[in-house]
Structures are given as C-alpha cells and as structure tokens.
Antibody
Framework: QVQLVQSGAEMKKSGASVKVSCKAS????????LYWVRQAPGQGLESMGW????????TYAEKFQGRLTLTRDTSINTAYMELTSLRPDDSAVYYC?????????????WGQGSLVNVSS | SSVLTQPPSVSVAPGQTARIPCGGH????VHWYHQKPGQAPILVVS???HRPSGIPERFSGSGSGNTATLTITRVEAGDEADYYC???????????FGGGTKLTVL
C-alpha cells in the first residue's frame, strides 16, 4: 500500500527540540523528494522545506534556516524533520508530502500529520 | 517570490457551480488541494487543469497568466472544505501555498 505514516503527537516546552518521522511504503523511497509542510491551528499551509530522499540534498525555507534539519534513513525508508529552539508559535500539525515527480510538482501523497504542541 | 491570493470564503448552494480563484504574478502551473477538518490535504487538480485519478469530473481547473481558477460543478454538501492553491517558487525552490478558501455549501 502506497502511504506515508508519521509519528505521533508531541508535547514540548519552549526551547526544546522535536523530531518527527515519516515512514514511506509502497513506492521507491529513494526515487522521490519529500516536503515538510506545517499548519498552525486555524491557519493555512506553510512549506518548510524538502529533502531528496535519494541524495539527501535539502532546501529550507528562509524562516526556518538554522532551526530545521531534514534527514532520511534509506535503510528503513523513513524521513525525519527536526525543529529546534521551539516556541509556542511552532505549535502546529506537521505533514510530510510526496511530490508526484520533481520537487516542483504537486503533492499527490500526504502523511496523516503529526501534532506538535509547544508550551511556554 | 510567489504570493498567491485567494478569497477567504466562497459560498454556493447545492447543485450550483463554485469558482475559487487564485491570483499571482505569472504564476505558472497551479495545483489545488482540498482539506477537510482534521484531515491531510488531498490533491484535486495538478498542473492547472489535470485531474488526478479518483477525483470526480465535477472538479476542474483553468487559468493562465496571473489567475487560476478551480471550478466545482454540481456542488454537494461533501465538497465543503478548505481549498488551497499551490505553485513552485523558482526563486526559493519551494512550494508556496495560497492562504486558502473556505467553501461553504449553503
């Protein structure tokens, strides 16, 4: 079954870090990119960055530079999103999403989302 | 950089046609998603006018230049959701999303 399955909800304190996983199955993991997109409560979708699951190359949105690290483990077809120095306004649902082909294409497969709640 | 503008809300009666615009400067291929509360986004139109398999024919996309439009014909109660347009920002090398439009079925 083609799917992306994400890790569960996390409760964190300000200043802590969080690492969310996204396990891929049913398709060629290393032949794709994965995006990370977040959605604060009641807000829209915000693109954080992407990783090339084959080469490990990454691009990060400017607002997350220095706090965001995207990695992957090809042995278990899993991508990770780590966000450091958490603030309450980082509270959001975090999604991984697979573009159809290149990183410029639409996202045809999304994980179920991982809720991260940050308290002060 | 790409800034995509969507109206916050669109309302339509059941059976009627809903049109959701997405504006931007020379925005190129546009992708559309719908998202229901508590669920992940689902792709309903890619590359401005391509409908993925499994998406009803009632959903269609069009556009060129500075505006793209998602059209939903014969609107049903189950179409009520948030709709987002998305493009690829070549300068930032990232997806960029519009602010989203809440479709209300009256």
């Amino acid at each position: 079954q083609v799917q992306l399955v994400q890790s569960g909800a996390e409760m964190k304190k300000s200043g802590a870090s969080v690492k969310v996983s996204c396990k891929a199955s049913g398709f060629d993991f290393t032949g794709h990119f994965l995006y990370w997109v977040r959605q604060a409560p009641g807000q829209g979708l915000e693109s954080m960055g992407w990783i090339n699951c084959g080469t490990g190359a990454t691009t990060y949105a400017e607002k997350f530079q220095g706090r965001l690290t995207l990695t992957r483990d090809t042995s278990i077809n899993t991508a990770y999103m780590e966000l450091t120095s958490l603030r309450p306004d980082d509270s959001a649902v975090y999604y991984c999403a697979r573009p159809i082909g290149g990183r410029y294409e639409a996202g045809d497969l999304w994980g179920q989302g991982s809720l991260v709640n940050v308290s002060s | 950089s790409s800034v995509l503008t969507q109206p916050p809300s669109v309302s339509v009666a059941p059976g009627q046609t809903a049109r959701i615009p997405c504006g931007g400067h020379d925005i190129g291929p546009v992708h559309w998603y719908h998202q229901k509360p508590g669920q992940a986004p689902i792709l309903v139109v890619s590359d401005t006018s391509h409908r993925p398999s499994g998406i009803p024919e009632r959903f269609s996309g069009s556009g060129s230049g500075n505006t793209a439009t998602l059209t939903i014909t014969r609107v049903e109660a189950g179409d009520e959701a948030d709709y987002y347009c998305q493009v690829w920002d070549v300068n930032r090398d990232l997806w960029v999303f519009g602010g989203g439009t809440k479709l209300t079925v009256l």
